[in-house]
Every structure is written in structure tokens, then in C-alpha cells.
């Protein structure tokens, strides 16, 4: 079954906890949330303000194994966790089960996260032609050592491993029941899956029925993370409802709308929701995510970090032409305050102000390493694969 993302509905809570908390390894969480890694989003500034939101695991950004192994100066800057953020969550890239291990080694032994979550659900080309990403789990044999040489090198740090991964390449080269179950014999500490195909990228719908049928897949005490269309609790809560997962991945779904986080938790909890917040509200959050960005980039690189996020704050309010366009050109906090000052604060939040933000775009083919299609059982790594920096 294919379903569409509901509406909030604020005057409609639940009136029970729905799902146990969320445990990965150790580290447990009442609230069984956890925030999509994002090239170019979840940097230590927005974890940051998602954190103040609700409770919940929040992962960085894409980092790619070969990056960490040869100390990349980006690549370090990109891992910098705030000294309250725990579990410090990791998501890492590779397609070299050696660089993988040498990578996940590193991090135990510099203590340099606490939850790593394996990287095989990115559709991008840049990834995917070099057979990563969600091109991987296809070869079923370098798929597992991939997983195996985490878990293996994770283990003596206590650090549990989770995947995220795709239902597949596309509707015809479907992986993510085999990979599943590979990833459950290697060891792994939970699965994610973004109910869509590679080459769907972010367009149509999420198929939550895979949700379902992973879930029964696999063992019971294994946690299983839906992810896909999910833009309000109520969407939330049903997804759990109907694919019996232990917890939601939350990715294109809190872009302008941090205090999402905030929400779930209420709905997890059976609490009444939060009233939708009014454009003063907004304005507020939208003040906190700059500063927060300018405390963890410079003030300069903060403020356009913070441009592309407008646009998704602002989404169904009636605000002005000239003011959008002024407020996506901002270049101090001085500026961003004057702008924010000409908002109408007491505007409603607007019904169709949900939905569907960030990418989207159309499906396409998935752009993979020559004859990677021949054959399942390859375990060789394709030559060139490993991407020499960090990035999604």
C-alpha cells in the first residue's frame, strides 16, 4: 500500500504512547525520533536547534570513510559535536570494506562518536556511479563485509552500528529485504528505510508497506525506523500504526519546521499537541537557527547557511514579495533583524504551509558503475570508488 501524508491535526492527540522507546545499543531515547542526516542541513547548528525542539537522535551530516581515515580537514570540521550532544551520532559513507573498518576503528579509538549509521540509502550520482549509497546493497557480498567490518571495529568501543538504506535501484532491483537480514546477521543495532527507490530520488510517494514488511522481516528485538513522507505527527503516528515500526527517521519533514521535534515528542507521549506556531513564532526560531549558525560557522558563512532555509520558514504565510526576496539575500544579524521586524507576528499558521519541503524533483535512472548490474555475489570493490572528500 502506498500512503499519502496526512494533516496535522492539533485538536486530535493521541491518548497513549504508541511505541517503547527507542534504544540503539546502549543509548535509549523516550521518544523514538531520529533526525536524517542532510548534506548541507544537519551541521552542529541545526542538530543544535532541533535538540532545544524535542527529544530524539540526531545525526550529522554525510561523512565519508576515506575522508576520516586521511584526517581531511573538512572532513573534521563537518564531525564536531557540541559538548551537550548525546549520543554524538555519525553517519558514514564508503564502498571499501577496508576503509570502512579503518575509518570506524579510528572512531572508537579517538572517541570520536558515540552511534555510527552506515550510509546505503543516498541517490545522488556523485555516489551511486561509483556504487555507493543506494547502489550498494545490490552487491549482497560487499554489502555484508562493508557491515561486518563496522560492527567488527565498533565492537571493542561499545559503539553500536545502525544502516539506513532504499527499498532499491529502482522496482525492478529491489534489495532491501535481503539487505535487511544481511545487516541482522552482521550485528547491527537498527535498520532505517526511506521507503522510496534510488531512482525515485524524493519524487511520488513512500511506499510504507516495505516499512511493514521489513518489520516482519526481521527479529523482533531489532529495531526497525520507518522514513518517508512523514511532515506532522499525525503522519508520524501513522506510519507506526500501520507498518508496526519501532521508530521514525525524520528528514525533508523538519526543514523550516525544527519544533516538529517538539510535536512528535508530545504525540509519542500521548500529550495534546503544541498549538501551530504564529509568524512571530516562526520569526523567533528562524532568529535562533541564525545565531546558532553564526555560533558554528562565523557570522559571515552562518548568515548564508541560513539563506536557503528562508523559504521553507515562510512557506504559506502571507509574506510579501520584496521582503522574501530581501530576507534571501540577508548578510548580517542586524539585517535579518530589521526584516523580521516588518512580519505580521500575529499572522495564523496557514493549513498549507505543510507538506512537502526540500527536494523533490523527478525520478530517473540511477547512474551505476559499469556492468554493476551483472552480478550480486561481486564482492570487489570498483575501482576509483571511494570519494576522497566528505560530503552528500
Request: hydrophobic share 40%; proline share 7%; with cysteine.
Amino acid at each position: 500500500m502506498s500512503v499519502q501524508a496526512t494533516t496535522r491535526d492539533a485538536t486530535t492527540p493521541p491518548t497513549k504512547r504508541v511505541v517503547a522507546p527507542l534504544r540503539i545499543g546502549r543509548y535509549q531515547v523516550d521518544t523514538p525520533v531520529v533526525l536524517a542526516p542532510m548534506a548541507g542541513i544537519t551541521n552542529a547548528g541545526f542538530r543544535r536547534l532541533c535538540r532545544e525542539q524535542g527529544a530524539g537522535y540526531y545525526v550529522c551530516e554525510m561523512i565519508t570513510s576515506r575522508g576520516l581515515v586521511e584526517r581531511n580537514p573538512l572532513t573534521f570540521r563537518m564531525i564536531a559535536f557540541e559538548p551537550g550532544e548525546h549520543p554524538r551520532s555519525m553517519q558514514l559513507y564508503g564502498v571499501d570494506p577496508a576503509t570502512i573498518g579503518a575509518a570506524v576503528r579510528l572512531i572508537a579509538e579517538q572517541d570520536l562518536a558515540d552511534h555510527v549509521d552506515l550510509n546505503f540509502g543516498c541517490p545522488v550520482p556523485k555516489v551511486t556511479r561509483r556504487g555507493g549509497g543506494a547502489a550498494l546493497p545490490f552487491k549482497r557480498r560487499l554489502f555484508e563485509a562493508i557491515v561486518a567490518a563496522a560492527v567488527d571495529n565498533a565492537a571493542p568501543g561499545g559503539i553500536p552500528v545502525t544502516v539506513k538504506m532504499r527499498i532499491g535501484i529502482d522496482d525492478v532491483h529491489r534489495t532491501y529485504l535481503d539487505a535487511g537480514r544481511i545487516a541482522a546477521d552482521a550485528g547491527v543495532a537498527a535498520v532505517a528505510l526511506h521507503a522510496r527507490t534510488a531512482a525515485q530520488r524524493y519524487s511520488g510517494t513512500a511506499d510504507w508497506s516495505a516499512i511493514a514488511r521489513l518489520r516482519d522481516a526481521l527479529p523482533a528485538e531489532l529495531p526497525v525506523l520507518g522514513n518517508g513522507d512523514i511532515f506532522s505527527a499525525a503522519d508520524a503516528l501513522a506510519m507506526v500504526a500501520r507498518t508496526e515500526c519501532d521508530g521514525v527517521v525524520i528528514g525533508r519533514g523538519c526543514l523550516g519546521r525544527p519544533w516538529l521535534f517538539g510535536d512528535l515528542e508530545a504525540a509519542f507521549a500521548g500529550r495534546p499537541l503544541p498549538a501551530p506556531p504564529k509568524l512571530g513564532e516562526v520569526a523567533v526560531t528562524l532568529r535562533r537557527h541564525a545565531v546558532l549558525l553564526c555560533e558554528h560557522m562565523g557570522d559571515d558563512k552562518g548568515i548564508r547557511d541560513l539563506r536557503k532555509h528562508i523559504a521553507w520558514y515562510l512557506k504559506g504565510f502571507a509574506v510579501g514579495p520584496e521582503i522574501r526576496q530581501r530576507l534571501g539575500l540577508v548578510s548580517s544579524l542586524d539585517e535579518l533583524d530589521g526584516l523580521v521586524a516588518l512580519l505580521d507576528d500575529d499572522q495564523e499558521f496557514p493549513p498549507d504551509a505543510e507538506g512537502p519541503r526540500g527536494r523533490q524533483g523527478s525520478p530517473g535512472r540511477v547512474i551505476l558503475p559499469e556492468r554493476w548490474l551483472d552480478d550480486p555475489e561481486d564482492a570487489s570493490v570498483p575501482a576509483g570508488a571511494e570519494l576522497a572528500h566528505s560530503g552528500g
